[in-house]
């Protein structure tokens, strides 16, 4: 068994459509994971608030790891508009979000819904207005602890998309 490097892998690259919405996150580092993470997955698009950690961050860039220029992504500044403008666009909203209507990600059908948006809330408060939201999602978890970081919660999100996207039916 040998170890692979970078320069070993040539992956099948492919766009989903898929954008993510980061609401008001705050933390440099999840800004530039959310361009990593992106990025690995074929998300089409990033949203981030316009009060959200500069591009130019330091902490955005190194995390970000050369995935910056690599993905689309713009700024909002009303929550409320941007996803009205998303769902006037044919996307099905979905927050990332513990609610009492969340679906378990293992028993929701991502392949009936074509565009889909994630909507990230922020560290601290969560997203904003969930009854925006066509849907909530949840992860199931078995620790004490009732969350986890919201890029981890996105990676998971975009894995099983992803995963269900390319199944064959």
């Not at 995390?63 to 403008?85: C, D, G, L, S």
């Not at 209507?101 to 994630?118: G, P, R, Y």
């Amino acid at each position: 068994m040998k170890q692979l490097t970078h320069y070993d892998i040539e992956n099948n690259q492919k766009q989903f459509p898929i954008t993510i919405v980061c609401d008001a996150i705050r933390t440099p580092e999840n800004i530039g994971m959310c361009f990593r993470i992106s990025e690995s997955f074929g998300v089409e698009k990033i949203y981030f608030h316009k009060d959200s950690p500069a591009i130019e961050n330091r902490k955005v860039i190194n995390t970000a790891r050369n995935t910056i220029a690599q993905i689309n992504y713009e700024y909002y500044v009303n929550f409320p508009k941007i996803i009205a403008q998303l769902k006037a666009a044919g996307n099905t909203i979905i927050g990332i979000e513990i609610t009492d209507k969340s679906i378990n990600i293992q028993d929701f059908n991502f392949k009936n819904h074509e565009k889909i948006v994630l909507i990230l809330g922020s560290e601290r408060n969560g997203i904003e207005d969930i009854n925006l939201m066509d849907y909530t999602i949840s992860i199931p978890m078995y620790g004490r602890n009732s969350s986890m970081n919201v890029i981890h919660s996105l990676a998971i999100m975009l894995y099983e998309i992803t995963k269900q996207k390319v199944t064959k039916s």
